[in-house]
């Protein structure tokens, strides 16, 4: 079992950055692949980007492509969500999960077992 902690959100400006970790502060996040997803107010929770175990492989959601990137850092049982020109509508609460797709790119959230509390990212116009 994995307990995740997600970290990193705040107010920034449009057009600025901000990096998201996501920490196991129980188990071994290196054997999972994870993900990030975000739900904005009134909306549903929607993939933004995934990474395989390895680090090898990485999916985005299209309105985030060339601007977020993830990685991971297995020595440090952490995952990232380095996040550039950001804009108003990225504005929402941001979840890591972890779990194995099976094969898939890890885009639907039922791929994932185990979910962080959730960071809140501010993007202000």
């Known amino acids: 079992q994995v307990h995740l902690v997600e970290s990193g959100g705040g107010l920034v400006q449009a057009g600025g950055s901000l990096r998201l970790s996501c920490a196991a502060s129980?188990?071994?996040?290196?054997?999972?692949?994870t993900g990030w997803f975000r739900q904005a107010p009134g909306k549903e929770r929607e993939f933004v980007s995934s990474i395989t175990a390895s680090g090898r492989s990485t999916y985005y959601a299209e309105s985030v492509k060339g601007r977020f990137t993830i990685s991971r850092d297995n020595a440090k049982n952490t995952v990232f969500l380095q996040m550039n020109s950001l804009k108003s509508e990225d504005t929402a609460v941001y979840y890591c999960a972890a779990g194995d797709p099976w094969g898939s790119s890890g885009r639907m959230e039922n791929d994932y077992a185990y979910w962080g509390q959730g960071t809140q990212v501010t993007v202000s116009s």
């Open positions: 129980r188990g071994t996040l290196s054997t999972y692949f």
